[in-house]
């Protein structure tokens, strides 16, 4: 059976490698003359910038692809529990350190409100239940059947699916920070925690199941061990080429066609590439069905995300490896972000500085960070030529005020990554950061199916297909995978 594979996201890598697994004859193509797609790596003058993923969960479902070939993980990769996961900045001057350690989680929710304490230990025992549910059992099941969801419907409803991860969290925790803090998950993978179903409450108990992980040498270290181990199985690897049709006869699956003219047959394509961009720019042979358009048409999109990455001269050791500060508002800048699409100044940002636990990722007495702001995605039509810059002085400027004093002057390596280099680089519908949104309405049998309704021998993996974005969802779409193909 031939496979071939558009796009090496940690999706489309770990499909390449179960189809290999599986005898497929695998070709996986990346647009990129490196592997990676989100987790892409930038160096710069002895910086390693980890271009996306930092915080790694479930590490698990990594080691099981090193696994399926009697491969021993820890000879290509090494992953480094956190203490601290993140640490919380709150407007009004409250700090926050999050980790694993119940104790220390109830003593400082205690100070800051007392009743919450019980709130809080409900609510982890609530998003269990959601997670034995909406993970364990669900995550890598095709739903690519109305009778699928169906079945499912009253315990999803049992566990409260019809609310948001907000309303939620505030069902059981009353102070207005605690409330921000535990339901911001949703946005690490694409979605506003006041419309995201709270079934992504999950994401709060998968990180204390298996805590929170870092991969030595950066995230990218995990893309290199496998892409060694990708070579080593004999999975080909066309760089640098980027798929421009997938063709098809009678809705059957014939192979692509690169940039380069050439076309290569094969029984089955896999698409990593985003769902919506994939259905619009490279099948425009095919017909769809009044049905499909209109789920198509009617997608809502993640937000788009500004990345500011930079390298400075001394070190900011106070700084943990993972900060989220928040801004003065939470759900009007929401709303600006996902609704209204418009730039806000009240800005809120997560800060990554891995040379706080790796001393490889920044020149002697040098420190490197990231910082990533929500922003509207490119439906916003703003103009990120000019908005660019304004947004990384913006940021700054906040930062000096908060974590990092006199930043300004120490930064000696810089550059920043907007909507326009998701939209055109990465081959992602407006620029979104995390594809559709993980709403109820587009989840599960609702979102773009892991085997296509359009085409036989077309399937997906990856952010926009079930179950969603962030590094274990992606995984687990190719686990789905596994068991149709
Ligand atoms: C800044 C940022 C931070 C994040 N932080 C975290 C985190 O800490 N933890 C976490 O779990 N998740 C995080 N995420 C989310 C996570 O990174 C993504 O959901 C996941 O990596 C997406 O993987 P994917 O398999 O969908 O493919 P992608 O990474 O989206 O890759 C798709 C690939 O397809 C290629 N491609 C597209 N079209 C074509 C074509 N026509 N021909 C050839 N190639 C093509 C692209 O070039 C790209 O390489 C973050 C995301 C971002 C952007």
């Known amino acids: 059976m031939k496979s071939i594979v558009i796009g090496s996201g940690f999706g489309g890598i770990a499909a390449a490698l179960r189809l290999k697994a599986k005898n497929h004859n695998v070709t996986l193509i990346e647009k990129h003359p490196d592997l990676g797609g989100r987790a892409r790596v930038f160096k710069k003058n002895g910086f390693t910038f980890d271009g996306g993923p930092t915080v790694i969960t479930a590490p698990y479902l990594i080691n099981e692809l090193f696994e399926l070939f009697n491969k021993k993980p ?5 992953f480094t529990p956190l203490k601290t996961w ?3 900045i709150f407007e009004d001057g409250m700090k926050f350190d999050y980790s694993g350690n119940e104790n220390q989680m109830k003593d400082q929710i205690e100070k800051i409100n007392k009743d919450d304490v019980k709130g809080y230990e409900e609510l982890i025992k609530f998003t269990k239940k959601i997670f034995d549910k909406g993970f364990t059992e669900l995550a890598d099941v095709p739903f690519d059947k109305p009778l699928v969801i169906m079945k499912q419907l ?6 409260k699916s019809y609310k948001s ?3 939620l969290v505030s069902s059981y925790i009353k102070n207005k920070n605690l409330r921000r803090m535990l339901s911001m998950h949703p946005l690490l993978v694409g979605g506003n925690p006041f419309t995201t179903t709270s079934i992504y409450g999950l994401i709060l108990f998968l990180e204390k199941k298996w805590g929170i992980h870092y991969s030595m040498g950066g995230t990218g270290n995990i893309i290199k061990g496998l892409e060694r181990l990708m070579n080593e199985q004999g999975i080909k690897l066309i760089k640098g080429h980027e798929v421009t049709s997938i063709i098809s006869s009678n ?5 692509v066609k690169l940039d380069n003219q ?3 047959n094969s029984d089955n394509v896999i698409c990593n590439a985003d769902p919506p961009a994939v259905y619009e720019k490279l099948l425009t042979k095919n017909k769809f069905s009044t049905l499909f358009q209109w789920k198509k048409k009617r997608m809502e999109y993640s937000m788009g995300l500004f990345v500011y990455y930079f390298g400075t001269k001394k070190t900011y050791d106070d700084v943990e490896h993972h900060t989220i500060k928040f801004g003065e508002k939470y759900k009007e800048h929401l709303d600006d972000i996902f609704n209204k ?6 800005i809120s940002y997560y800060l990554h500085r891995p040379s706080a636990t790796d001393k490889s990722m920044a020149p002697k007495g040098h420190d490197c960070f990231y910082v990533l702001v929500p922003v509207p995605n490119n439906q916003s039509k703003i103009n990120w030529a000019i908005e660019g810059d304004k947004m990384k002085n913006l940021i700054i400027d906040k930062m000096e005020k908060t974590l990092l004093p006199n930043l300004r002057e120490s930064i000696v390596e810089d550059f920043f990554l907007t909507p326009d280099y998701f939209e055109k680089e990465l081959n992602t519908k407006y620029g979104s950061g995390f594809s559709i949104q ?15 309704e359009v085409c036989e021998g077309l399937y997906f993996v990856g952010a926009g297909t079930h179950p969603g974005a962030g590094v274990p969802g992606v995984l687990s779409s190719a686990k789905v995978l596994d068991k149709i193909i």
């Open 165 to 167: 991860v907000y309303s």
């Open 262 to 264: 050439k076309e290569i």
């Open 438 to 452: 993980p709403k109820f309405t587009q989840s599960a049998y609702f979102r773009f199916h892991n085997k296509s």
């Open 74 to 78: 820890e000879n290509y990769i090494k």
């Open 86 to 88: 993140y640490r919380f």
């Open 251 to 255: 809705n059957k699956i014939e192979g």
């Open 154 to 159: 009253p315990s999803l409803l049992k566990l």
């Open 341 to 346: 699409k418009k730039l806000n100044n009240d």
